[in-house]
């Protein structure tokens, strides 16, 4: 068995696996036929379709209890106890209702439609050349944050949905947190180094327990640093994990424009220079013969895959109830997603059918270095270890990828973060005028992380920075009205820790 001293790991948002790679060709995959349909609320089938749009032009809806229609039909609702019977057969019906509802420019046949390896070469040359796995389920079905959650702690401490509410900030100002730790306490604890790679200044990793004192440590770096550090002898992590940029969603709460993340409703190829870059960086390192990479994606966006999700250990710890608004008892796992394992020791071509959650990566990193499960998920998940079963460190890994395609979309060049935060907004436009939605929500959380990192930073002791702000960032948010105030107070946060790294 091959010698891994490094896991990296890059965490993408929303797509799912028939999306991404149902229409790659890839032998011996489960992937689509062409024959694959959903129906509309007319009765109308909407049959699977390639080429999908690089940008799409509406969010598909992926909360807890869109995703029960996707995969249980439409007008299927959650009462708590079992989850209910799934066919995925609501994707498309649940896109029409989000369209209706939003009055948005868009077609429900959106979700039916799926990538053309001529679309996504990064991706696709990595599945060919190394392991994809069709068999990686979302850890639960339901969005972004209770998945990234399980990630780095085989548990969502009891979130079955987006955080919604701006009148819990005081315990906000101490991160989610959870019975046994998470995944960077145990690294830790065993002495072992680790980073996390933001790609903006608000990582949702920032919101764990404990992860102040980190921040303050140094422990998240730029992915500049990372490629400086991996272009020096010596690179001792244990484990990256590595966060996108979440694009313009921060500067005017519009959209997730400009960023690197993949979401819908960003220019996927932009996530494909990052998944780019950083194999490059890997790749080209001394400690490439001794690395792992998992590239892989939180939950799959309202997007439609055939495979039915099976069900699922619950992780068995204690958590806050109002975190849990649905009564889901995370027993179920949610909608297959991709994920690729990048590795000198994965033979060329691999197809792994074994059945996954995002767990299977803590349970990997656990066996390799010797540490204990979290909780029952992790304890039970299956480990994908076994696929680094090259004879021999392969010598024929490309030491390039592709460029990736090109989307023309070009609203984007140019920009950067000074550009896109500059000048206030004295005035609300009116695509802020609304009530603050999940995701602005969810960035609220760690804006609230990053000002005590900031205070923190001043005087090193995270506990009076703590104590001297508290008051005032819970008074801030629970003056958070629209997505305006959201706006606002997210963009000055923002401007503040740019000024931070500067400094």
Known sequence: MAVIEHVFVLMLENRSFDHLLGFAGLRGADGLTGAESNPLPSGERVPVARGAPYILPIDPGHEFGDVVEQLCGPGTS????????????????????????????????????????????????????????????????????????????????????????LRSVTSIVHGFEFEHGTVFDRLDRAGLSWHVVEGDALPQSLALGGMLERAVERRFIGLDDLKERLSRPGFDDAYVFIEPSYGHVLADGRNFKCGSSMHPLDDVTRGERLVKEVYEAIRSSACWPTSLLLITFDEHGGLYDHVTPPPAVAPGDTFDPDNNRHGFRFDQLGVRVPALIVSPHVPRGVVDHTVYDHTSLLATVEHLYGLEPMT?????????????????????????????????????????????????????????????????????????????????????????????????????????????????LLRDVERRYQRHREA
């Open 376 to 488: 029952r998920r992790d304890a039970a998940a299956e480990r994908f270890d076994h696929l680094l079963s090259a004879p021999a460190q392969r010598r024929d890994t490309p030491a390039r990828l592709p460029e990736p395609a090109v989307s023309g979309i070009r609203e984007c060049e140019g920009g950067t973060w000074e550009e896109r935060l500059a000048g206030d907004l004295e005035e609300m436009p009116e695509h802020l005028s609304g009530e603050v939605d999940a995701a602005l929500v969810g960035f609220l959380h760690v804006a609230v992380a990053r000002e005590l990192h900031l205070a923190a930073s001043v005087h090193r002791d995270v506990g009076r920075a703590i104590r001297d702000e508290e008051d005032r960032l819970v008074s801030a948010v629970r003056g958070v009205r629209t997505k305006f105030d959201a706006v606002r």
């Open 78 to 165: 959650y009462a708590g106890g079992p989850y209910p019977p799934i066919d995925n057969q609501g994707f498309a019906a649940c896109l029409a209702d989000h369209i209706a509802r939003t009055r948005a420019a868009a077609d429900p046949s959106l979700a039916m439609r799926g990538f053309g390896p001529d679309q996504l070469p990064v991706l696709t040359t990595l599945a060919r050349e190394f392991a994809v796995c069709d068999r990686w389920f979302s850890s639960m079905p339901g969005p972004t944050w209770p998945n990234r959650l399980f990630v780095h702690a085989a548990s969502a401490a009891g979130l079955d949905d987006s955080p919604t509410s």
